[in-house]
C-alpha cells in the first residue's frame, strides 16, 4: 500500500482499507491514538474507522468515551435531518417539484454502514421552474434562505439543518465545467411523484468533477478518494465508455486518471510513483473541501476593507440579475431589490454579518 513521511496518515488509510474492504486491521506499534483521531476529524472519516479502532483495542477508555459521543451525537443530528428531509420531500411530490438527491445523500449507500459516510448539508438538485412553490414549501417547514449562489439555493433551519437546493450541478464562474442532461438520465422513483435518482453513471461522473472543483479550488479529502473506490467497485454495471467519453469531453479525463491511481494505490496494492504520492499529500493537506482563505485574503483580493464591505451589501449586477429572475423583465426594480437582499441578509445572518464587520473594521 501507498506509504507517505507521516505515521498517522499512514494509519488511517490502513484503517480505511480495511474498514471499506471489510479486511483485519493490525495496528501499528507506538500510533499516537490522539493525533490519529484528530486526522480522522480533519478528513471526517471519524464515524468510518471508529468502529475498527474500537475494535482493536488500541484506544484507552478515555478515548472511547470521547469518539462514541462524537459518534452519538452525529447519529442523532442524522436522525433530525432525515426526518426534515423527509417531510420537505413529501411536500415536493405534493406541489409536483421535480427533485433528486446528490453526493453524499447517494455515496452514504455505498458504505458498509450510511453513518460511516459524515455530510456536512443534504444536496438536492430540483426542477427551477418550480422556485417559487420551493421557497414556499422551504418556508412552510420552517426554513429560511441562508445564502444564494448561481448554482443553489440554500436553506437553513435551527440547530444545524442545511438544504442546499440545486438549481444546476456546478456555478458557470466554476474552473469544472460539466453539461449532463441528468434529468433525461434520471430514473422515476417508484411510489413518488416527483423524486428520481441520478443514473449510477451520471453519479459517478458528477462525483469525480465534484472532487475535481474542491481539488482546483483549495484542495480535497481522503474522503473524496473513499467515495471513488466505492463507486469504481460498486455493482452499478457503469458504462465506462459512456464514462470516459464524458471526462474527455469536459476535460476531466487526466485528472480521473490520477486520482484512480491513487485509488488503486491505496486499496489494490498497485505500484505507484513520486506524482501519485504528491496527489495523497494534496489530498491530506486540503482538509475536507480545501484550504479556506483568510479574511485578510478575501479583503486584500476585494481591494480593500471598502470595496469588499461595498460589494457585501451591493453584490454584483449579474449575481442580482440570476437570483432575483423577476428583474429580468423589471430592471428597473434593481435598486429595492438591493434593499430587500441586504434585509433578508441581516434578517437571517445578522449576528454573522456584525462579527464580520467587527473583524473586518479591525484589520
Not at 471508529?50 to 462514541?68: A, F, H, R, V
Request: aromatic share 14%; glycine share 4%; net charge neutral.
Amino acid at each position: 500500500m501507498i506509504v507517505t513521511d507521516n505515521s498517522e496518515q499512514n494509519c488511517l488509510l490502513k484503517l480505511l482499507r480495511c474498514v471499506l474492504k471489510d479486511e483485519p486491521f493490525v495496528p501499528d506499534k507506538d500510533i499516537n491514538t490522539a493525533e490519529l483521531l484528530k486526522l480522522a476529524v480533519n478528513q471526517q472519516v471519524y464515524t468510518t474507522v471508529l468502529p475498527c479502532l474500537e475494535q482493536s483495542g488500541i484506544l484507552t477508555d478515555k478515548e472511547k468515551e470521547k469518539w462514541n459521543n462524537y459518534k452519538l451525537s452525529e447519529i442523532q443530528k442524522n436522525l433530525i435531518i432525515s426526518s426534515e428531509r423527509e417531510a420537505l420531500c413529501r411536500d415536493f411530490d405534493d406541489a409536483g417539484i421535480r427533485y433528486m438527491f446528490m453526493k453524499g445523500l447517494i455515496i452514504r449507500n455505498y458504505y458498509p454502514q450510511t453513518f460511516m459516510r459524515q455530510m456536512s448539508d443534504n444536496d438536492i438538485l430540483y426542477g427551477v421552474e418550480k422556485r417559487d412553490e420551493l421557497f414556499e414549501v422551504m418556508k412552510k417547514n420552517g426554513f429560511y434562505l441562508s445564502a444564494f449562489h448561481p448554482a443553489s439555493d440554500d436553506f437553513f433551519k435551527a440547530p444545524y439543518v442545511l438544504m442546499e437546493m440545486h438549481k444546476t450541478l456546478f456555478d458557470d464562474n466554476c474552473e469544472v465545467k460539466l453539461d449532463l442532461d441528468l434529468w433525461k438520465r434520471a430514473i422515476k422513483c417508484e411510489g413518488n411523484n416527483s423524486r428520481y435518482n441520478m443514473s449510477p453513471d451520471d453519479n459517478y461522473i458528477y462525483s469525480l468533477a465534484h472532487m475535481c472543483k474542491h481539488y482546483s479550488g483549495g484542495g480535497c479529502g481522503i474522503r473524496f478518494v473513499c467515495d471513488m473506490y466505492l463507486l469504481h467497485y460498486s455493482n452499478d454495471n457503469l458504462d465506462f465508455e459512456y464514462i470516459n467519453s464524458q471526462f474527455k469531453k469536459f476535460g476531466l479525463y487526466e485528472f480521473y486518471q490520477k486520482v484512480m491511481r491513487l485509488v488503486e494505490a491505496i486499496f489494490n496494492d498497485a505500484e505507484y510513483n513520486d506524482e501519485d504520492l504528491q496527489l495523497l499529500n494534496e489530498v491530506f493537506a486540503g482538509g475536507v473541501y480545501g484550504v479556506i482563505k483568510s479574511l485578510d485574503e478575501t479583503i486584500e483580493e476585494s481591494g480593500g476593507k471598502f470595496n469588499y464591505l461595498f460589494r457585501k451589501i451591493f453584490p454584483k449586477k449579474e449575481f442580482m440579475y440570476r437570483n432575483y429572475e423577476y428583474l429580468q423583465n423589471k430592471p428597473y426594480l434593481l435598486f429595492p431589490t438591493y434593499i430587500k437582499h441586504f434585509v433578508l441578509r441581516y434578517k437571517n445572518k445578522g449576528k454573522d454579518a456584525k462579527k464580520t464587520l467587527k473583524k473586518v473594521l479591525k484589520n
